[in-house]
């Protein structure tokens, strides 16, 4: 019997992709129509120029519906700029900045391309692609990792399977017991941790919170958001109730990664609002992804939950997926002039359940 089996080579396949993007590195989208494809924020003008000369100058900047509509271009599934001609500071330009003259030529992106921003979402680069088409025969790119669109779709669905590596006590502040259970699994076997505070109930909805990181404001007190607000409030509650778990996932500024993260911020401070930061940057809304949540309640026999949040869409993954929600409790945070826009955004765009006249009297009376 083979040692891997077509599970693993697919999510092999997907992890050199992955890999190779982030190291600034071509690869080829194969499929009934091929092709190369460069990530913008990995490479730099030397990489940008040997891709031009490989395609013979064929290549084109992929922008994403999003990044397409931010640049007041018309389009279904993103856009195709050609770049013959092009100097990598405007192709980087195009691809995620504020401020740039809109291109006079594009068309509308073949559709098999989103499946290239899924691969870039995994490797937690901005969705700004430099692609060519690929001929058969064509040997300019030959050697290149080579992944299907069903390899893609395939890996991310896998990245649902994880399994416990250790799990040790560790006193907290404020939580008198407090277990720490580290989960591996998923693409590239990434490291997930739930903190289990005192002794749930599993014969009941266990209070449950899934918090995506936040380095900014967890571990340093950010006043832009109410993050590390929401984790701690959401600890002392399960204390306060004898149990509960907290998930505490790996995904980073809604699964972008910290530097387009940080680059949203940027946005942000021009005047921008949250959803529009990332808009401009390429992505959607909210591109998180829960999978590994429900493989981690599962993991720890959790088969229902009152879920502490203020995110319908949390409530709606968990239920599709056949957890339990019987109750859904809000977490608020401290209101300031720093993040009364931010919430307000969460609210009115985001679907969030928070009360905006509320956030805008809190505000006030303090």
């Known amino acids: 019997m083979a040692f891997l089996d077509q599970q693993d080579i697919v999510r092999r396949t997907c992890e050199i992709a992955v890999a ?34 490989a395609s013979a100058d064929r290549h084109s900047l992929y922008l994403t519906r999003d990044r397409s509509d931010a640049l007041g271009l018309a389009t279904r599934s993103g856009a195709l700029v050609p770049l013959d001609g092009v100097p990598f500071n405007r192709a980087r330009d195009l691809g995620y900045r504020l401020d740039v003259a809109k291109p006079q030529a594009f068309s509308p992106a073949p559709a098999e391309l989103i499946d290239l921003t899924v691969l870039s979402s995994l490797a937690l680069l901005l969705p700004a692609l430099v692609v060519t088409p690929v001929e058969p025969g064509d040997t300019a790119f030959a050697g290149l990792a080579r992944i299907t669109p069903h390899d893609i779709r395939a890996s991310a669905a896998a990245e649902a399977q994880f399994e416990i590596v250790a799990r040790t006590i560790v006193p907290l502040r404020d939580v008198p017991k ?44 950010s006043l832009k958001c109410d ?18 778990i907290l998930l505490y996932l790996d995904q980073e ?36 992804r829960y999978g590994a949540a429900v493989a981690m309640l599962e993991c720890l026999g959790v088969a229902s939950v009152e879920l ?7 409530v709606a993954y968990l239920k599709q997926a056949g957890i339990s929600v019987t109750r ?16 307000t955004t969460k609210a009115v765009r985001a679907g969030h359940t928070l009360d905006v006249s509320a956030i805008a009297a809190t505000l006030v009376s303090r």
């Open 227 to 244: 993050c590390g607000d929401q984790l701690r409030e959401s600890l002392r509650l399960m204390a306060s109730r004898g149990g509960g």
């Open 328 to 343: 859904r409790t809000p977490v608020i945070g401290e209101v300031t002039k720093d993040n009364r826009d931010y919430l």
């Open 20 to 53: 190779e993007l982030r190291y600034g590195r071509p690869v080829v989208l194969a499929s009934d129509r091929s092709f190369a494809a460069i990530a913008l924020d990995a490479v730099g003008e030397r990489d940008y120029v040997r891709f031009a000369a």
């Open 178 to 221: 407090a277990e720490f259970v580290v989960f591996r699994g998923g693409l590239s076997q990434r490291d997930q941790v739930a903190i289990v505070v005192g002794d749930p109930d599993l014969s009941r909805p266990v209070p449950t919170r899934i918090h995506s990181s936040c380095l900014t404001g967890d571990l340093f007190g």
């Open 253 to 288: 500024g809604r699964g972008t990664g910290i530097g387009a993260k940080m680059r949203a911020y940027g946005y942000q401070s021009l005047g921008l609002d949250t959803i529009d930061a990332d808009a401009a940057l390429g992505f959607g809304a909210d591109p998180r």
């Open 308 to 314: 502490l949040t203020n995110n319908p869409t949390k």
